[in-house]
Nanobody
Framework: QVQLVESGGGSVQAEESLRLSCAAS????????MGWFRQAPGKPREGIAL???????RYPDSVKGRFTISKDNAKSILYLQMNRLTPEDTAMYYC?????????????????????WGQGTQVTVSS
């Protein structure tokens, strides 16, 4: 069974930090890449962090320097450390994975084509 389960969301004040976790089943873990995406009400889904099997990472400018993606291979858990949060970071956060290199390379912006998704965890940042 393919499963991705996010946790760690919550409500924080601006400038605070949160760490999101995504526990993956073996099939969802053994893929080419895993990523974090978010979607705020009325906005398109946005890719915010990606890590591939070579441990190469990608971030958009909106979170670069504030967010860090990492993996614990022993526990099959994907993390997203989020620092200096702002109200603009308020969204539902999802983890996703895909086994196809071209999807990981070309579909990070919106996550279209990523095969496996979690249910999401809400992050709310107040000013």
């Amino acid at each position: 069974q393919v499963q991705l389960v996010e946790s760690g969301g919550g409500s924080v004040q601006a400038e605070e930090s949160l760490r999101l976790s995504c526990a993956a089943s073996p099939y969802a873990w053994g893929t080419y890449c895993m990523g974090w995406f978010r979607q705020a009400p009325g906005k398109p889904r946005e890719g915010i962090a990606l890590i591939d099997l070579h441990n190469s990472t990608r971030y958009p400018d909106s979170v670069k320097g504030r967010f860090t993606i990492s993996k614990d291979n022993a526990k099959s858990i994907l993390y997203l450390q989020m620092n200096r949060l702002t109200p603009e970071d308020t969204a539902m956060y999802y983890c996703a994975s895909d086994a196809r290199e071209y999807v990981c390379r070309d579909s990070f912006d919106r996550g279209d084509g990523f095969r496996f998704w979690g249910q999401g965890t809400q992050v709310t940042v107040s000013s």
